[in-house]
């Protein structure tokens, strides 16, 4: 077991990133640490088969520097980072390899807590914490608050019913036809709280036993085949559920909704992006806003979970939605600028707090 490399990554503006292999049990992963200047970073694990090194670093420091502003955003005295373990989680994923990087996130003394993202799970994480004590996202049978997806589906809703209420006047998706792209864990429960609230759904996900689930449980929703048909598709509402990039130079043009609000991370695939919907008149609740949920459900665990305690903190996500919403018109940006430049606000403002020297 060794740490290959760590280095503070001076040109993308991180702490630090430390790169991480275990050649018996297969791990490589890197730990992207981008600001603790609110506190310690805390931010999920990632287990994808990224095609390269190169493609896993880039989105563990994407990843990471989204978190520093969600957990700014989120009124979170937690910095932000993100891990990724590189590999096919069906394939290499052993409790060896867990417990291997449950180690390397020890060695960094609590600058990082982990936490669960794609390709890992509460159970992973109760693994991970045989090795480590910073983890969150563990299993209630481990004093954990078990699945961060139902209050991630909780906060997306909040700043989906926000940005109804800045474009059409009422807080509801009530009429309204939405269409979400990934049914998996966050999308099943952000499905049934549209459906609840009286929206019309339409939906679709690569995985065929996601699409089987909400037919047998929700039949009511239309199913398309994919995500290219769904952004053609005549919806008010676009939510992407899965992985990051989904607003792009081909899906912008092609986009029919008027909002977009959804869970994945680093929708915006390039910068310029938020303009281009600005100047279609889609309005985009950024996705670091309103996905803060399930932060906020981790986050509340350290100092012992109490559900409805965070639940009432991811409902706030209405409020600072319709915050930075309001900030963006009366500064004649688009919303994600408006979101940045009250993260980065608060960030420096309380982190400059620490040079106030204690004795």
């Known amino acids: 077991m060794g ?20 050649k018996h049990s297969g791990l490589k992963a890197i730990i992207g640490i981008y600001s603790t200047a609110l506190g310690p970073a805390l931010g999920g694990t990632r287990f994808y088969p990224y095609a390269t090194e190169e493609d896993a670093l880039h989105d563990v420091l994407d990843l990471s520097r989204g978190m520093a502003y969600k957990n700014a955003l989120a009124d979170l005295d937690l910095g932000g980072g993100k ?8 394939q290499i994923k052993s409790e060896a390899l867990l417990r291997a990087y449950g180690r390397f996130v020890q060695s960094l003394g609590g600058r990082y807590y982990t936490a669960c ?10 693994v991970i914490a045989r090795e480590t004590r910073y ?5 209630v049978e481990h004093g954990g608050a078990g699945d961060s997806s139902i209050l991630t589906a909780w906060g997306v809703f909040q700043g989906m019913r926000a940005a109804a209420e800045h474009l059409w006047g009422s807080p509801t998706l009530s009429g309204r036809r939405v ?7 966050v999308g099943k429960h952000l499905t049934a709280h549209l459906l609840a609230d009286g929206a019309a759904v339409v939906a679709t996900d690569v995985n065929e036993r996601a699409v089987d689930w909400v037919r047998s449980n929700h039949p009511e929703v239309d199913l398309v085949q994919d995500a290219t048909a769904l952004v053609a598709a005549d919806i008010d509402v676009y939510a992407p ?18 909002i977009v609000a959804g869970a994945a991370n680093n929708q915006l695939a390039h910068p310029g992006i938020e303009k281009l919907l600005a100047e279609r008149g889609v309005l985009y609740a950024p996705d670091y806003v309103v996905n803060a949920g399930g932060v906020i459900q981790v986050a509340d665990e350290i100092e012992g979970f ?4 965070a639940k009432l903190r991811a409902t706030r996500i209405f409020d600072t939605t319709r915050q930075i919403l309001r900030l963006a018109d009366a500064e004649g940006v688009p919303p994600a600028v408006a979101a940045d ?7 420096a403002e309380v982190g400059r707090l620490r040079t106030i020297r204690l004795s």
């Not at 390709?119 to 994480?125: A, E, I, S």
Request: hydrophobic content about 40%; overall charge negative.
């Open 241 to 258: 559920c899965a992985l990051g990039g989904a607003l792009n130079d081909d899906t912008v043009p092609a986009l029919r909704a008027k």
């Open 341 to 347: 430049r009250l993260a980065e606000r608060r960030m």
């Open 179 to 185: 269409g979400v792209a990934g049914l998996g864990k």
């Open 83 to 90: 891990a990724v373990i590189w590999g096919d989680p069906e």
């Open 3 to 22: 740490v290959f490399a760590n280095t503070d990554a001076p040109a993308t503006g991180h702490e630090q990133v430390v790169f991480c292999q275990d």
């Open 135 to 139: 983890v969150t996202g563990r299993s």
């Open 306 to 309: 109490n559900f409805e305690r």
């Open 117 to 126: 993202d794609v390709g890992t799970y509460v159970q992973d994480m109760d």
